[in-house]
């Protein structure tokens, strides 16, 4: 069974950091485009990035200069490291790929999701 896996959310104080990571797991060739969502209480699910497989990023405006997202081609892998967070960006993270699966079939994925808070 094809799963994204991830970890590193937590507690945090306001000017923190915290490193997401997500695993791909199960029967895949491979991913392609990767990236982070989150979902503030009340709010929808908003991009904060994503990576291209030959390592094009792009951010929201809201945490550029202030996140990074990178990625592990021969482990699936993608990573947000989150500097200077502040409290608005507390939310539930989720990890989001395109995976081609062994038969050859590119799917879209989500996580479960991270609970990230930054709080004093």
């Known amino acids: 069974q094809v799963q994204l896996v991830e970890s590193g959310g937590g507690l945090v104080q306001p000017g923190g950091s915290l490193r997401l990571s997500c695993a791909a797991s199960g029967m895949i060739l491979g991913a392609e485009t990767m990236g982070w969502y989150r979902q503030a209480p009340g709010k929808e699910r908003e991009l904060v990035g994503s990576i291209s497989r030959g390592g094009f990023s792009k951010y929201a405006d809201s945490v550029m200069g202030r996140f990074t997202i990178s990625r592990d081609n021969a482990k699936n892998s993608v990573f947000l490291q989150m500097n200077s967070l502040k409290p608005e960006d507390t939310a539930v993270y989720y990890c989001?790929?395109?995976?081609?699966?062994?038969?050859?079939?590119?799917?879209?994925?989500w996580g479960q999701g991270t609970q990230v808070t930054v709080s004093s």
């Open positions: 989001n790929a395109d995976l081609l699966d062994n038969g050859s079939r590119l799917k879209n994925y």
